[in-house]
């Protein structure tokens, strides 16, 4: 998936000559915090809330304020993967979309690089989750896929994250069967250590959002 795949259709480019108030009524329509000033198809820049309630006069062009304006971008043949880590990096609810001749093609919301989080994710689908602390010199991804896999299940998606100053890693992993018992019994045969575990689906979206939380601040540092 490329940056150029997630841009919206409907989130409208300011002009100069457009007010502070009016980027705010758009802000407030599609309940975002950023909008790209574009003249000409070339990017001037992003346009925040905040700035807007630093203005003396907003009812004024916005090309007759002396702005500051941040001018973050990425290329259409970006991965996904490289617009979350801007949009984190930065905390922008949009980012622009620019190609080789810098030549302005739209935004991707948040929003949707969320929705798209979800689906490689597998957080609609139904399963367990089993979030294991693993020494980083002991990570074999062939073995954990083998213990699962015995079980009869089959691995949805799995992700690892690290922190700072330590030599383990916590491996978050969904699988395709509710009833994860058989499998956390396996892995503690194995002696590996098991953090947690959730069978519920209603407990899987708030790991899920706890682990994006954590994937988002991991691209920030």
Do not use: C
Not at 4 to 11: A, H, M, V
Not at 94 to 114: A, H, S, T
């Amino acid at each position: 998936m490329l940056a150029k795949d997630l841009i919206s259709d409907e989130i409208p480019s300011l002009r100069t000559s457009d007010t502070a108030v009016e980027a705010l009524n758009w802000m407030e329509v599609f309940r975002i915090s950023h909008l790209p000033i574009v003249n000409n198809e070339e990017f001037l820049g992003l346009i925040s809330d905040a700035d807007i309630f630093d203005l003396n006069n907003p009812n004024e062009a916005i090309g007759n304020h002396k702005l500051s304006l941040l001018r973050p971008s990425v290329r259409h043949n970006q991965h996904i993967y490289e617009v979350m880590e801007v949009a984190a990096r930065l905390k922008l609810t949009i980012i622009p979309v620019l190609d080789e001749q810098n030549k302005f093609l739209g935004v991707v919301q948040m929003r949707e690089l969320l929705h798209y989080f979800s689906q490689l994710s597998a957080i609609e689908k139904p399963g367990g989750i089993i979030v294991l602390e693993i020494a980083q010199s002991d990570y074999s991804m062939t073995e954990i896929s083998q213990i699962i896999e015995s079980n009869n299940a089959k691995i949805l998606s799995m992700y690892i994250n690290t922190q700072q100053e330590s030599t383990k890693l916590e491996v978050t992993i969904k699988v395709n069967v509710t009833d994860i018992t058989s499998i956390i019994q396996t892995f503690n045969r194995y002696e590996y250590i098991i953090k947690a575990s959730f069978m519920e689906y209603d407990e899987q979206d708030d790991l899920y959002n706890e682990r994006y939380d954590l994937f988002m601040r991991y691209l920030n540092t």
